[in-house]
């Protein structure tokens, strides 16, 4: 019977720890109804983003590993948009809402963090650095954010979802012919 529990004390203690990492600081759904006001109810639906095999490339070159999806979902109001995208840290996703105005970083949260450390990047200390930031011609954020010592792995992760985020934002507005957004410098 000892061995019985010990074995399943092996099993189920991954179990539990991974489940214990993940940490839900505001739904999806919450961040979008937060960035496009209370009119967004009902209002602001979600709409598809379908990748380009070019698109897809310049993403690929942005995490630096391979990017396989499709599509992807936005919400929009007028020149907003709001992104939910994830991207791995360490070991597992980091899921990240972005809201985009007028072609620059206007908020930016950490809606999921599942990773065991680095969990520092939910904070405004952090986020608040990529307030305003925009997308350079090569497709580098136009501003330097500052790590967070023993959250390296975290830290890049937001920042490439935040040259993602732009980089979309950009490629709507060029598909739409919106000349509001200011060039990239």
Do not use: C
């Not at 979600?46 to 490339?57: L, N, P």
């Not at 007028?78 to 990240?96: F, H, N, R, S």
């Not at 985009?100 to 680095?118: C, D, M, P």
Request: hydrophobic share 40%; no cysteine.
């Amino acid at each position: 019977m000892k061995i019985l529990i010990a074995l399943l004390s092996l099993f189920l203690l991954p179990l539990t720890q991974s489940q214990a990492a993940q940490s839900v600081y505001q739904s999806p759904a919450d961040f979008v109804t937060q960035a496009l006001g209370n009119q967004s109810k009902g209002q602001a639906k979600a709409k598809v983003f379908w990748f380009s095999t070019e698109q897809r490339q310049v993403i690929e070159e942005i995490l630096a590993h391979d990017f396989r999806p499709l599509r992807t979902r936005y919400w929009q109001q007028g020149d907003d948009t709001v992104w939910i995208l994830e991207e791995i840290g360490k070991e597992a996703p980091i899921t990240v809402g972005i809201h985009v105005r007028h072609g620059q970083i206007y908020r930016t949260k950490v809606l999921i963090y599942r990773e065991s450390r680095g969990d520092e990047v939910r904070h405004d200390f952090f986020t608040d650095q990529f307030k305003s930031a925009t997308l350079t011609k090569d497709k580098q954020l136009d501003k330097h954010i500052d790590g967070i010592t023993g959250a390296t792995l975290s830290v890049r992760a937001l920042t490439k979802l935040a040259r993602i985020a732009l980089y979309l934002d950009r490629q709507l507005s060029l598909q739409h012919g919106l000349q509001q957004h200011s060039e990239p410098r």
